[in-house]
């Protein structure tokens, strides 16, 4: 990467409500965190993109439907050139990305995972999904995962993670709601460490204590082994 001094420039991808895109633009937009959200690539015309236009970010349609792999990829990076794109980050971006682009921004690219991976994590374990098995496997504890992207989906070098205590008759769609509001502040401050370190060039240290709002005595069950899903849709 060429070393700069001036705020990095991100591009994010999403497929959805883009609620993390959001995250990311407030947080970034709220002070000088040396990173700034230039660019949103949608595969589809979904929630983000107008959160995108309301926020003045310029938003970039790629489908993928139908389109081999290396054409996808052509058109994303032309994108990222003509934005000067440094740091890409996944928000809900549910399409695979092409190797091309994964082994350019080595060390460049996060995806936030809304579980505790290695666990929940990999072919099918997204969205619900996630939540769903989170709910049947009897674990007291999921959390958000801010991970590298490498070629292998949800599998690249963990960033930062944070624990969510699964309460007592929890149902999916109350731990989604926790995990989401732990995602928005877990996402920006994973970002922050990164660009921190990319603009000092030092390689960024995995983060600790990221679980601001647990108490220090909480007691941290054994987490379940991963689960697995047939679902696939990437
Ligand atoms: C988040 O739960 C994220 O962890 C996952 O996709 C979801 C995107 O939600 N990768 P939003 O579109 O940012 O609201």
């Not at 002070?31 to 309301?54: F, I, K, P, Q």
């Not at 990222?80 to 980050?89: K, P, T, Y």
């Not at 939540?131 to 599998?155: C, L, M, P, Q």
């Amino acid at each position: 990467m060429t070393p700069k001094t001036g705020p990095l420039n991100v591009a994010v991808l999403a497929s959805g409500g883009g609620s993390n895109f959001q995250a990311l633009v407030d947080h970034s937009a709220s002070g000088d965190h040396g990173w700034s959200v230039r660019l949103l690539v949608m595969n589809r015309d979904a929630g983000a993109a107008e959160r995108a236009r309301a926020a003045d970010v310029p938003v970039r349609i790629i489908s993928t439907r139908d389109r081999p792999d290396d054409e996808v990829a052509q058109e994303t990076l032309a994108a990222f050139h003509e934005h000067e794109i440094d740091v890409v980050l996944l928000a809900g971006y549910l399409r695979r990305i092409p190797t091309e682009i994964t082994r350019r921004y080595a060390g460049r690219m996060l995806n936030i995972h809304p579980a505790l991976l290695p666990h929940f994590g990999g072919p099918g374990m997204y969205g619900m999904n996630v939540h769903r098995a989170v709910a049947e496997s009897g674990t007291t504890v999921t959390g958000a995962t801010v991970h590298f992207v490498s070629e292998d989906y949800d599998e690249g070098a963990v960033l930062a993670q944070w624990q969510v205590v699964r309460l007592p008759g929890d149902t999916p769609e109350a731990i989604a709601a926790r995990v989401l509001e732990v995602e928005h502040r877990l996402y920006p401050a994973a970002v922050d460490h990164l660009c921190a370190a990319l603009l000092t060039g030092v390689t960024p240290e995995r983060m600790v204590d990221v679980c601001l709002d647990d108490p220090p005595d909480v007691d941290r069950p054994e987490i379940p082994s991963r689960t697995e899903s047939n679902e696939e849709v990437r």
